[in-house]
């Protein structure tokens, strides 16, 4: 219990004692036991009304301070500093917010404000009264870091990381890392090769002796909080060891007689259950697709480092965050959507990048040459609420108007229809629009009220649309071929999801904790997210945010240690009969269960403790307390206001 | 349904307007325009129409002519597609595809042809003219090759087939946007004609919605009456018209006046002052491209005004001539260059810019049905 109290109201020059009467509040507090001292402020917050409430802590040994001003939200940490400035703990500082919640809140009612404003200093009386020091809680943190996917954003993230001087396991599920982007061929705005900027990528990041990548690798159990996580990290077998020659590879993949659908295309081609990486895949080293392989031998024959001895191996590491990085797949249509699955001409806008990588000089596809494709956008984005994805994929405009321009400078006679719903190619990529639309490339825009009709009729296919630009006119055209513009939606990882424990949004992504002031953290401490696992993004977007956690969570690490705030839940053992409630209750997974002599008790991860009570009032025998807000603090506030 | 077909912004791209497929719809056009309607959302919807080829969409609207191109959509448009060039050379597009022996479209899209086709009219009329005094040495070495009625046959024929193609283009005309219009030959339509055809006269007579194109913000507003686009043209509209009134009447009455106080002469002379006005200040803008309508000037604008000039300048150095009863070589020069010329405009009629002349009042006709 704290003696001598000393309390100050605040007139916040009018804000305050305009619709407060400050004399009456202070003759009110006055005699209220163990208060000490009671001072008004023209401004509190002034340099000099902070050393004289410095001083008096300093000359009259107060041990608690009260000041009456305004919401703790402006200047909490303005009079904990000088609390802790004099000698006194931070946490033996209380604020009442008597300006938003007595002034402001009630300006047509003074002697209503005032009274209102004298109970909310009581209050705060009673609370300073049994307040406690508190230190802040240091935990050691190892400065390195797991990123999880190796596609462009999680590379920018390793050597960005690793540039700050800290450790990365770069994490990727697939053989190659890469992702997404060497799929792609020419991305906008500025006419880059995606192969070429994951190769790029990858030099740099085997250049740095302070990443370790690891291919095949998935994580399947993650235990610890921030700062001290220890990870079981799976890695699947490649079957071959070594650098086996281009030749070797190439008789191996010849000698392979298991077939299956190449992935990489889109399905489009078949590859072999040998797998050779693909123009920006790296390692340039080739996998055996374990799902596939029948385990025959014949690769072995071909090339010398093949080995189907090797086995699935599992390593520990101790990480002190993560950066998820795990990237987007595009959308799957459903059988059906715009003929896709029914006709043969239907492909998606990926399928179609790489048709256009696998032709030469003229556009071909199932034998016949394209000169008319019809694109239909928002194909899986911006769907109906009952629907799906009502989400815009943000990408997939710019991808699709350069489609069109790399068509047409490629196979020449090209004639590209758009059936769009409003064209997105915002920033730069304005120019890839303007690209498009000056070499006459046909844009039609249509609602989701009338999405475009695929029609066969004989050996012809026609796009159908009620065209707003013409006024609702139904317009037709023919196509040889129809290119889905697919949207986003986040890279199927169930696995990893119910480790990391990141909350999703309704549309599936991973949730920051706020859109545009913590946009690359999770509510789980040392975990973080970035790239198109979030959000759809292009890769300039990927990239930014891949950066912006790198440097987020390098701010974390790099000292060594954690300073936790020590408004935390504790636990009292003997009070404690492990109803489990609390557990239950706790967002944050911080409470445990732990034996103390024999009885099963909670324990708090403080680590994980946000210190947000909701296990508090759950707790049957009040064995578990809020430091800073104890339910003694509490109560005696509640006393407080109801003596009136 | 209706087909798309890119392949036909080629073909009117071949007509003059290069821009128009930068366009990406914002609208801008139709909204600074005074022109347009409820219902009739011109130019932007031409644009589109042009954009994806749909001819027949082109072909039957009205709205084509109820532009005077005042250029206000053009000097506005964000995207610089040019909508109020690209309206003017749909018109030309159009008078082409009216006009059915296709003599309008190569004129249209080919320069060297229309110049060819003006020379070698300017070489079949000068002959047609010296052979009206038969004793001259030209006339008795072409006799002896060609008889006098082949080569007057010849002349009834050029008049008979413009005459025949006008007509065809205004039934085909007719049949495109009556399509649209869904016009019907009830009892109520000619009560709806008679009201049409008084709200054309008026329009020819006044240009009132010309005058609706002087919008505040253009730079027309600032600049004196005389000055305006509108009144340009209605100095150039009626010059002729009076001179072609004034002719056919010293044509009626076999006379040509001697004396410039004869009613018809003064009627000429005040007629021909106002057309060379007309096409002096015409021609003046076009030279120095005061605004992009003026800039887009094509060789059809050219030899259109251009004849039009020249008839007026040597119809006066005649008047003038004649006045001071000067009998020199030069003189007869000019008259044959004055006839000429206005031969070929009349020859032409159906076939050039001039054209509009019955296309415009027209589709201002079925507009108001």
């Known amino acids: 219990m704290k003696k001598k109290i000393g309390v100050y109201v605040c007139h916040c020059g009018g804000n305050i004692s305009d619709h407060v009467d400050i004399e009456k509040v202070k003759a009110a507090v006055r005699d209220e036991a163990d208060v000490y001292l009671v001072k008004n402020t023209l401004f509190a917050c002034a340099d000099s009304s902070q050393k004289e409430i410095g001083s008096d802590i300093e000359n009259e040994h107060l041990d608690a301070i009260v000041v009456a001003s305004c919401s703790p939200k402006l200047h909490l940490n303005t009079f904990r500093g000088v609390a802790q400035r004099a000698g006194l703990n931070p946490y033996n500082y209380v604020q009442v917010n008597i300006r938003e919640q007595s002034s402001w809140a009630h300006s047509d009612n003074k002697t209503g404000a005032t009274e209102k404003a004298i109970l909310l200093v009581k209050a705060g009386i009673a609370k300073a009264k049994e307040s406690e020091a508190l230190q802040s809680l240091k935990i050691p943190a190892a400065n390195v870091v797991a990123v999880i996917g190796a596609g462009v954003g999680g590379m920018k993230t390793a050597i960005g990381l690793a540039d700050m001087g800290t450790e990365v396991y770069l994490i990727e599920k697939d053989f190659f890392v890469g992702g997404r982007t060497p799929q792609w061929g020419t991305v906008s705005p500025n006419g880059d090769e995606g192969a070429i900027l994951t190769e790029k990528l990858y030099k740099e990041v085997v250049r740095r002796p302070n990443i370790t990548l690891f291919t095949g690798a998935e994580l399947v159990e993650k235990s610890g909080s921030i700062g001290n996580f220890d990870l079981k990290i799976a890695l699947r077998p490649r079957f071959v060891s070594g650098n086996p020659s281009t030749e070797a590879m190439q008789r191996a993949a010849e000698a392979c007689p298991v077939a299956v659908k190449d992935d990489f295309n889109f399905g489009l081609t078949n590859r072999r259950a040998f797998m050779l990486p693909a123009q920006g895949q790296f390692p340039q080293v080739p996998a055996i697709d374990q799902s596939a392989c029948t385990r025959c031998g014949e690769c072995t024959a071909a090339c010398h480092e093949v080995d189907l001895t090797q086995e699935v191996q599992t390593i520990t590491l101790h990480v002190g965050a993560f950066v998820v990085n795990t990237g987007f797949d595009p959308y799957q249509p459903a059988q059906g959507e715009y003929g896709y699955g029914e006709l043969d001409n239907v492909i998606t806008l990926p399928q179609f990048r790489r048709l256009m990588e696998m032709n030469e000089s003229e556009l071909v596809f199932n034998g016949k040459k394209i000169k008319k494709i019809a694109y239909i956008y928002c194909v899986g984005s911006r769907q109906d609420d009952d629907e799906g994805n009502t989400y815009c994929s943000r990408y997939c405009c710019t991808a699709t108007s350069l489609t069109a321009v790399l068509a047409k400078k490629k196979f020449g006679n090209i004639i590209n229809f758009h059936f769009n719903r409003g064209i997105r190619t915002y920033g730069k990529h304005e120019l890839v629009y303007e690209a498009a639309s000056k070499q006459g490339d046909i844009f039609l825009q249509f609602s989701l009220k009338s999405i475009p009709q695929i029609e066969k009729r004989g050996n012809k296919t026609y796009v159908k649309v009620k065209d707003i630009l013409t006024a609702g006119k139904e317009l037709e055209t023919e196509a040889d071929l129809i290119v889905l513009v697919t949207g986003m939606v986040p890279r199927k990882n169930e696995l990893l999801a119910q480790q990391l424990k990141i909350p999703t949004g309704r549309d599936h992504f991973f949730n920051e904790i706020h859109m545009k002031l913590r946009p690359v953290e999770t509510v789980i401490d040392g975990v973080l997210i970035a790239g198109t696992c979030q959000s759809p993004k292009n890769i300039l977007e990927t990239v930014n945010s891949s950066m912006a956690a790198a440097a987020k969570i390098n701010s974390v690490l790099t000292k060594g240690e954690l300073s936790l705030e020590p408004t935390l839940a504790k636990v009292n053992p003997a009070a404690c009969d492990w109803c489990d409630n609390c557990s239950k209750a706790c967002p944050f997974d911080a409470i445990l269960q732990t034996e103390i002599n024999g009885k099963k008790v909670a324990r708090v991860n403080e680590s994980n403790c946000k210190g947000c009570g909701m296990c508090t009032p759950v707790c049957p025998t009040d064995a578990i307390d809020l430091a800073g807000y104890t339910n003694a603090q509490v109560e005696s506030m509640i006393d407080a206001l109801a003596e009136a | ?369």
């Open chain 2, 1 to 369: 349904m209706t087909q798309i077909q890119p392949e036909l912004t080629e073909d009117i791209k071949k007509y003059g307007a290069f821009d128009f497929t930068a366009c990406y719809n914002c609208g801008n056009c139709t909204a600074v325009c005074n022109l347009t309607e409820k219902n009739s959302n011109f130019p932007r919807m031409m644009v589109r129409y042009s954009m994806l080829g749909l001819k027949e969409e082109i072909l039957s609207s009205k709205e084509l002519w109820m532009c005077y191109a005042c250029g206000e959509c053009s000097d506005t448009c964000p995207r610089e597609a040019g909508p109020g060039v690209l309206m003017s050379n749909l018109r030309r597009y159009a008078i082409a595809n009216y006009e059915k022996t296709g003599l309008t479209r190569l004129m249209f899209k080919n320069n060297p042809f229309f110049i060819a086709i003006t020379l070698i009219l300017a070489v079949v009329l000068a002959f047609f003219l010296l052979t009206i005094k038969p004793d001259t040495e030209v006339a008795r070495w072409l006799f002896r090759y060609v008889p006098y009625e082949v080569l007057h046959s010849f002349g009834m024929g050029a008049f008979a087939l413009m005459g025949l193609s006008a007509f065809v283009g205004v039934v085909v005309m007719w049949r495109h946007i009556g399509k649209e219009k869904k016009i019907a030959f009830t009892g109520e339509f000619f009560k709806k004609a008679v009201n049409a055809a008084k709200k054309v006269i008026g329009e020819v007579a006044t240009l009132k919605r010309y005058q609706n194109c002087d919008s505040d913000s253009s730079i027309w507003s600032k600049k004196a009456v005389w000055l305006r686009p509108w009144f340009v043209h209605w100095t150039i509209m009626w010059g002729f018209i009076g001179l072609l009134v004034a002719t056919t009447l010293d044509f009626i009455f076999k006379d040509p006046a001697t004396t410039i106080w004869w009613p018809s002469r003064i009627l000429g002379t005040i007629a021909g002052i106002l057309m060379v006005y007309g096409s002096t200040v015409a021609l003046n803008y076009r030279f120095r491209k005061i605004t992009k309508t003026y800039a887009n000037t094509l060789m059809a604008d050219w030899m259109f005004l251009g004849f039009l000039w020249l008839a007026g300048i040597t119809g006066f150095w005649l008047e003038i001539a004649v006045a001071m009863g000067a009998d020199l070589f030069i003189n007869h020069v000019v008259l044959m260059i004055h006839i000429i010329i206005s031969m070929e405009l009349v020859i032409l009629f159906a076939f050039s810019k001039f054209a509009h002349a019955f296309y415009r009042p027209l589709a201002l006709f079925m507009h108001n049905l």
